[in-house]
């Protein structure tokens, strides 16, 4: 009897010094026992998770198993791990599980996931995906909500087999919420580099922020200011959070967009201190109740002081705000606005880092959009001035297109752009005969190629207008540094007329003196 309550051990140490396995046929020559013995001993060690076997052939191979205890794994791994009998009774939970479904061991052994009501696993889709489980383990995303936000575990279903023999699995759930949320950041800010890169210059960027904002912090409220550098004051340009605009006007008793505030007023207040200290350092987190912050400062300080004090008390208990996460646009030295973050007293800004890589995208925009508003500007006042001009003149692009014309060109010759849209429009128009115009077009490219850019290269030529007058004109074609070509055009016309006439009258005295 004594040997035979030592078979068990006796096989697994056996089976120690064979790490590729042995027959039953083999551990029973080694350590002398029956076959039937060996076969009985092996298949209870089996159920018992401590040996390991595999088909080769006809025979069958066992080896030691490789396995870390279930009560090592429940104790050191950072991940929830319940493990189901086959009625999905919960036979055991770990440290981490309870800890963070705030419930006690008592609370959960041996009830089912649904009588348990926990908010991972007890939604219809996890004991649905449990319920299906067989052989293999299988894997799944599930999400819960909890005291307002989201959370994402990865969960494994895992069939286990008891020391008993009987059957059950093993959940264990992995923390991806910051994985799921990085990833998500990620799209966000890809898909607003885009939105901003292709938003048209009619579109109101500063409501553009406070809506991605809100999608970011979408318990918050939200306010966007922009700044005129020219009068050097703030002006808010939206109010984003649910029912907070709204509200605003019921309380104020008017729309609160367009409330305008100097410059000098944001860096007088109590936590005001350097103002390019305040431009350059990032989010900064200000309470103001339930006491107020280190810097002093009020809602109502935050307000600017453009708002009575009881009114700001009111708004301040209507959204339960006791803090604010406050950020400048700027981008280089340049001051585009500010962007505030209203929450409650115990909420903390999540997401900090996709907030402040949002609002650094959304000052490169406004960079941007600020840049190609002068150089529209000043494309609009170079424009005033030459179409102001009474001397003729074109712009043509160096690919040959004609961008510009001026009234006076059009009055001059008749032509507009739809006429002439490329040079070799305007010259087929202007010199309907082929030899004259390969002429015209010999001479205007020998000029180009002789004056080089930045030197006028004047030349007269014969041209038909549109309404088929010949005119003479005095072109002066001058390359800019880019290829583009401006051309201004005189009217010799009327004196190449007069200077004929006086060369026709001085060559008929000539004739009656020498008659």
Request: net charge negative; charged share 30%; proline share 4%.
């Amino acid at each position: 009897m004594q040997e035979e309550h030592d078979t068990p051990t006796r096989i697994l140490r056996a089976l120690r010094f064979r790490p590729k396995g042995m027959t039953i046929t083999e551990v029973a020559k080694q350590i002398g026992a029956t076959r039937n013995s060996v076969s009985k001993h092996l298949e209870i060690l089996q159920i018992a998770g401590k040996v390991d076997v595999r088909v080769v052939g006809n025979a069958k191979v066992y080896s030691l198993a490789q396995r870390v205890p279930m009560s090592a794994f429940l104790c050191f791994t950072k991940n929830l791990i319940l493990i189901l009998d086959e009625s999905q009774r919960i036979v055991q939970v770990n440290d981490q599980c309870l800890k963070a479904l705030r419930r006690s061991k008592d609370d959960l052994i041996g009830l089912t996931l649904e009588e348990a009501a926990l908010p991972v696993v007890s939604t219809p889709e996890a004991i649905s995906f449990i319920e299906g489980l067989e052989r293999e383990q299988v894997v799944t995303d599930l999400r819960c909500r909890s005291d307002g936000k989201d959370f994402f575990y990865q969960m494994q279903a895992i069939p286990t087999t008891f020391d008993d023999g009987e059957t059950g699995c093993t959940l264990v759930l992995e923390d991806i919420t910051e994985r799921k949320r990085y990833v998500r950041n990620m799209e966000f800010l890809a898909r607003t580099a885009m939105e901003l890169v292709d938003m048209p210059a009619e579109a109101d960027i500063y409501q553009y922020i406070g809506k991605r904002i809100i999608e970011l912090v979408p318990g918050g409220c939200v306010y966007v200011f922009s700044y005129d550098e020219i009068y050097q004051q703030f002006s808010l340009r939206a109010t984003e959070g649910e029912g907070f605009h709204d509200g605003l006007i019921q309380i104020l008793g008017r729309d609160p967009i367009g409330l305008v505030v100097p410059l000098t007023e944001i860096f007088s207040l109590p936590s005001g201190g350097s103002p390019m200290s305040l431009l350059h350092g990032g989010i900064k987190e200000l309470i103001f109740y339930p006491e107020i912050g280190p810097e002093g400062l009020s809602f109502y300080d935050l307000c600017f002081r453009q708002i009575p004090e009881d009114i700001c008390e009111e708004i301040r208990r209507t959204w339960n705000l006791g803090k604010v996460y406050i950020t400048f646009l700027v981008w280089g030295e340049q001051l585009f606005g500010d962007v505030g973050i209203f929450m409650a007293p115990h909420e903390k800004l999540e997401d900090q880092q996709a907030v402040e890589s949002f609002l650094r995208q959304a000052s490169i925009a406004l960079a941007r959009r600020q840049t190609e508003d002068r150089l529209r500007r000043s494309e609009s006042r170079f424009r005033d001035v030459i179409d102001s001009s009474p001397v003729a003149a074109a712009i043509i692009e160096s690919d040959g297109r004609y961008s510009y014309l001026n009234r006076a060109f059009t009055d001059l010759f008749g032509y507009t752009l739809a006429d002439i849209p490329t040079g070799r429009d305007w010259f087929r128009q202007a010199f309907p005969d082929p030899d004259l115009r390969s002429e015209a077009i010999a001479a205007w490219k020998a000029d180009l190629a002789q004056a080089g850019r930045g030197t006028p290269r004047p030349r007269t030529f014969s041209v038909r207008c549109r309404d088929g007058e010949e005119k003479t004109i005095l072109f002066s074609p001058v390359e800019l540094s880019d290829g583009t070509q401006y051309v201004t055009c005189e009217d010799l016309t009327e004196e190449r007329r007069a200077y004929r006439v006086l060369v026709g009258e001085i060559t008929r005295l000539r004739q009656r003196r020498k008659s």
